[in-house]
T-cell receptor, first 117, second 111 residues
Framework: NAGVTQTPKFQVLKTGQSMTLQCAQD?????MYWYRQDPGMGLRLIYY???????DKGEVPNGYNVSRLNKREFSLRLESAAPSQTSVYFCASSGTDRTKLSNQPQHFGDGTRLSIL | SQQGEEDPQALSIQEGENATMNCSYK?????LQWYRQNSGRGLVHLILIRSNEREKHSGRLRVTLDTSKKSSSLLITASRAADTASYFCATAKGSNYKLTFGKGTLLTVNP
């Protein structure tokens, strides 16, 4: 099983460029998430999608947009990249049982390392 | 804002010793989860403990939860070099299935 697949694994952008990070899961999960991880900050939630067709803001949504393309895919877009968005981005998914969403673990991809110059 | 806070920030032990990491949180929770992250990789779920549970075991892992003190501990027994990783606690509140992660404990197990 591939689990959660993120592309690309590494990317360098110049300030002002745009980019879309891709995420796909093959576990038939309902919910998907985007986090960023910065040194000393742990993981912070950017956006999430509780189910296909819905998206909501997390803790740090400014400068990002998301699209839940279908049940498998959840993309994160940076419209105009800024140096403060240099980070490692993780996609995660969870939940096959809609009645137990709050008690299901999240499964993570291996991240996209993004540097913005 | 961070809900869970791990303690210590870093821990270095010898192979075979036990490792204990602590997590404190601020508000009521539905469950608390522990994750491991190896260098350069994504997080891997280790164990979930519900708010009405006090202790849970999985292999060499033992997790306790004290809701009155708003704290949890993760014990790894008979540690191995392969246990070297960062460990994060994460809390889920109410029916909200979003997780809030702490900043992590970096565990180094020396052979």
């Amino acid at each position: 099983n591939a689990g959660v697949t993120q592309t690309p694994k590494f990317q360098v952008l110049k300030t002002g460029q745009s980019m879309t990070l891709q995420c796909a899961q093959d576990m038939n999960h309902n919910s998907m998430y985007w986090y960023r991880q910065d040194p000393g900050m742990g993981l912070r939630l950017i956006y999430y999608s509780a189910s296909e067709g819905t998206t909501d803001k997390g803790e740090v949504p400014n400068g990002y947009n998301v699209s839940r393309l279908n049940k498998r895919e959840f993309s994160l877009r940076l419209e105009s990249a800024a140096p403060s968005q240099t980070s490692v981005y993780f996609c995660a998914s969870s939940g096959t049982d809609r009645t137990k969403l709050s008690n299901q673990p999240q499964h993570f991809g291996d991240g996209t390392r993004l540097s913005i110059l | 804002s961070q809900q869970g806070e791990e303690d210590p920030q870093a821990l270095s032990i010898q192979e075979g010793e036990n490792a204990t990491m602590n997590c404190s949180y601020k508000t009521s929770i539905n469950n608390l989860q522990w994750y491991r992250q190896n260098s350069g990789r994504g997080l891997v779920h280790l164990i979930l403990i519900r708010s009405n549970e006090r202790e849970k075991h999985s292999g060499r892992l033992r997790v306790t939860l004290d809701t009155s003190k708003k704290s949890s501990s993760l014990l790894i027994t008979a540690s191995r070099a392969a246990d070297t990783a960062s460990y994060f606690c994460a809390t889920a509140k109410g029916s909200n299935y979003k997780l809030t992660f702490g900043k992590g404990t970096l565990l180094t197990v020396n052979p």
